[in-house]
């Protein structure tokens, strides 16, 4: 192994790790002389400096034990998230493992293939399938990680295969794969109000795993999410929720372990930790990664028999890191023909999204990027238009004229708002700005679906996962 260190004059430190197992890896370390924290530094410097120890191929490797960490194929765990820095770019399951080893009570990483991205874990939550995550468990971790007692704050991730945050400042980022922030299609537009019934259930702060009865509705709200128990808190009887379709970064809704990964017998707790029945799964492609497209049409297809109308394109392409996809309009345009052409007559039920952009004003970013696949992309089908907004509290005429841009400039296509949320603001302030927002974005009837950043603890859910925030109650059901 060969290792070069370069610190140009813009502060960039380059790491170059050269023919580690016969194959040649190269790590970028954006920005490091500009990193806040001496921690934050160590464990980038940690990831990029691995080397591939041996190579993991899954589900043959599952259960194996690499460099004292045991590998869980298509596995991840809810909570336990660690405090930032979180979600940093690691190009090898080893890397991710190696920021682990440098980060104090670090027992557990989630990698995500797709998005190179490295989440770390100090405890071992509820294990459910997640066929975008490698995760690898410190072995002889003490039981008193297992599991634990005390709720802990899902991280801020990035959606989807992406690197981490997202867009236009976004104040934090979906879990991993909401790093794959991948994933998803919408269900079809709705009325603004739909008749509910009234039974008493649960109140709203009741645990995702009390018994509820969940109400379809024609509400244009989404959800965006990771763990799929958060889902949950919506939709139920007696909220009167407009709360009526889900994503989450990927191309089919995460299936539930009925066993923790300990092995422990958990029999009877999977269907309560199944993302809420009454509402649509909507499917994305996160990206043009292999790890993503394999497996696209046929879990695309499943999605539209049971009952997708929609699917979702790349996620934040004109991006690079912060949850973007980054691909060139050239790449994009490329992959959309080969994989929506394979989904897009289905039984002539499904919408077809063009990638969904941020809003950054930089050239080949935002808009202007969305105009040109457009434009490329002839003969493409492309029905909707989905587009993300992040900004301050303050700037609710700015999100309305750009969503009315998108409009304009797609040539009037429906638009779906894939995320949106506040970067600045008191809680007071985000929910005036919110209860704004949504009843404009209820009467533009070209606005055919949205969903808020995100169904997660810390933001439409309460910071100890146990019911709706005060800003995911006025979500989930505000009518003005």
Not at 171 to 180: D, G, W
Not at 238 to 246: D, E, F, I, L, P
Not at 472 to 477: D, F, I, L, M
Request: hydrophobic share 35%; net charge positive; with cysteine.
């Amino acid at each position: 192994m060969g290792t070069k260190t370069t610190i140009q004059p813009s502060l960039v430190l380059n790491i170059y790790t050269v023919l580690e197992s016969g194959k040649h890896h190269i790590y970028y370390v954006h920005c490091y002389c500009c990193l806040p924290t001496a921690e934050m530094r160590g464990i980038l410097i940690a990831s990029a400096l691995v080397g591939l120890v041996a190579a993991v191929t899954c589900p043959a490797d599952h259960n194996k034990v690499i460099s004292s960490y045991k590998i869980e194929c298509g596995i991840d765990h809810a909570g336990g998230d660690m405090p930032g820095p979180n979600g940093n770019t690691a190009l090898t399951i080893d890397a991710c493992i190696a920021q682990c080893r440098a980060r104090s009570g670090c027992v557990l990483v989630a990698w995500l293939s797709g998005p190179k991205a490295c989440y770390l874990k100090d405890r071992v939550g509820d294990a459910y399938e997640n066929p975008s995550v490698l995760g690898a468990l410190k072995v002889g971790t003490d039981s008193s990680a297992i599991r634990g007692n005390v709720p802990v704050k899902e991280s801020t991730r990035s959606s989807a295969s992406s690197p981490a945050a997202s867009s236009s400042a976004k104040p934090s980022t979906p879990n991993h794969v909401a790093s794959l922030s991948s994933r998803s299609s919408l269900p079809a537009p709705a009325s603004s109000s739909s008749a509910r019934t009234s039974a008493a259930v649960p109140a709203a702060s009741s645990p995702p795993n009390a018994p509820a009865q969940f109400v379809k509705n024609a509400g244009k709200r989404g959800l965006a999410y990771n763990d799929p128990k958060y889902t949950r808190f919506f939709s139920r009887a007696g909220q009167h929720s407009r709360v009526s379709w889900a994503y989450n970064w990927y191309s089919t809704a995460y299936k539930v372990n009925a066993r923790d990964h300990v092995g422990s017998s958990r029999a009877g707790t999977s269907e309560l930790r199944k993302a809420n029945p009454a509402l649509t799964y909507i499917p994305m492609l996160w990206s043009d990664n292999p790890d993503l497209t394999r497996n696209w049409e046929t879990n695309t297809k499943e999605a539209f028999d049971e009952g997708a109308d929609a699917a979702l394109a790349f996620n934040e392409p004109d991006q690079c890191g912060g949850g973007g996809s980054c691909m060139t309009v050239d790449r994009a345009v490329a992959a959309y023909r080969v994989f929506f052409s394979k989904v897009s007559n289905y039984k002539n039920t499904g919408k077809m999204a063009a990638p969904a952009v941020t809003n950054s004003g930089a050239d080949n970013a935002g808009l202007k990027y969305l105009q040109k696949f457009i434009t490329q992309c002839t003969g493409c089908t492309i029905d909707v238009v989905p587009i993300h907004w992040y900004s301050s509290a303050y700037a609710i005429q700015y999100f309305k004229d750009h969503v009315t841009s998108a409009y304009e400039m797609s040539g009037h296509k429906p638009i779906y708002i894939t995320e949106f949320g506040f970067n600045e603001g008191s809680e007071a302030q985000q929910i005036k700005a919110l209860k704004e927002i949504l009843i404009w974005l209820d009467n533009q009837p070209f606005v055919e679906r949205y969903a808020y950043f995100m169904a997660t603890p810390g933001s439409l859910i309460k910071e100890d996962g146990s019911g709706l925030s005060e800003l995911g109650k006025v979500y989930n059901s505000y009518n003005g």
